[in-house]
């Protein structure tokens, strides 16, 4: 352990790499605990996977038309941003299955990304660094990127604090109360997409979901309150991404993975103690 604090002051990227996971953090705890109170981690896979469209796109346009400011965190946004407004006002118009609708955004937006990727002019795409993550690849602009996103999703759900759990809880007696459920229940996917696309460059495309769902699900395990199931997925997520940049260096292992298993592990313990334990 000594060895990573050493690399911590000496290493730029490792420093870079914790800041984005510490400022992210902060947007999980929050989305997370939403989404495991709303039981729509189903929504969050299908968003996760179908980000891969706009990442393909994103590198084809800007390669074959050499335009550098459109990146794969930028198609990233977009397509999660998208992904989600689709899911939510095709199941809430439309009356579709939600179940529908999610699989087939989740392998349109696959296909469309290997697809685009195939056509793509210049070198081969490391495509392990958007499915698996690398967040040591995590530079300066990166964290301020991260940054400015985990704020906007705290500021928002700050201002529509009670209206989205409302909608969580009790959308019908919400509506009743004059409180536009539908609107809040998109608004609720787009920070959820948002949250994703932090996520990407963390634990990447396949393992997202769990960095989303594992802490807040262990918070749901220790209180009932949704404030302090927030509290405690955030700091659950601070210290799984500083423990697991910590053993994944030391170990010499991929990040993202090393973080997941933590995760899943603590909330194994937990659930593991809850069935064991006398019950009063």
């Known amino acids: 352990m000594t060895e990573f604090f050493d690399a911590l002051r000496q290493v730029p990227l490792l420093r870079y790499a914790l800041f984005a996971g510490i400022f992210s953090s902060l947007a999980f705890g929050v989305v997370g605990s939403f989404v495991v109170t709303r ?4 929504i969050a896979a299908a968003i996760a996977h179908s980000i891969l469209g706009g990442i393909g796109i994103a590198i084809f346009l800007s390669r074959t038309f050499e335009i550098p400011w459109i990146t794969p965190m930028g198609g990233a946004f977009v397509a999660a941003v998208v992904s989600a407004l689709i899911i939510g006002l095709v199941s809430l118009r439309a009356k579709e299955r939600e179940d529908t609708i999610i699989g087939a955004i989740w392998a349109f937006g696959m296909a469309v ?3 685009f990727i195939h056509f793509s002019p210049g070198p081969g795409v ?4 958007f499915i698996f993550g690398n967040i040591l690849l995590t530079s300066a602009n990166d964290v301020i990127t991260t940054a400015l996103l985990s704020g906007v999703v705290l500021v928002v759900t700050a201002f529509s604090y009670h209206k989205l759990v409302a909608v969580c809880f009790d959308e019908e007696f919400a509506r009743l109360r004059g409180i536009r459920s ?3 229940y998109l608004l609720l996917l787009v920070l959820l997409a948002v949250s994703i696309v932090l996520l990407v460059r963390l634990t990447g495309i396949i393992l997202s979901i769990a960095l989303i769902v594992l802490p807040a699900a ?3 395990r220790l209180s009932m309150r949704l404030w302090v199931i927030m509290i405690l997925a955030t700091l659950l ?3 799984y991404t500083v423990t697991g940049l910590a053993a994944s260096f030391v170990l010499e292992m991929p990040t993202g993975p090393v973080i997941v298993v933590i ?3 603590v909330y194994a313990l937990v659930l ?5 334990r006398p019950q009063s």
């Open 237 to 239: 997520c601070l210290s």
């Open 263 to 265: 995760a899943a592990a």
């Open 272 to 276: 593991g103690w809850q069935k064991l």
């Open 182 to 184: 539908e609107l809040y």
């Open 113 to 115: 990304g290997l697809i």
């Open 218 to 220: 262990t918070g749901a």
């Open 126 to 129: 490391a495509m392990e660094s």
């Open 39 to 42: 039981r729509i981690g189903y």
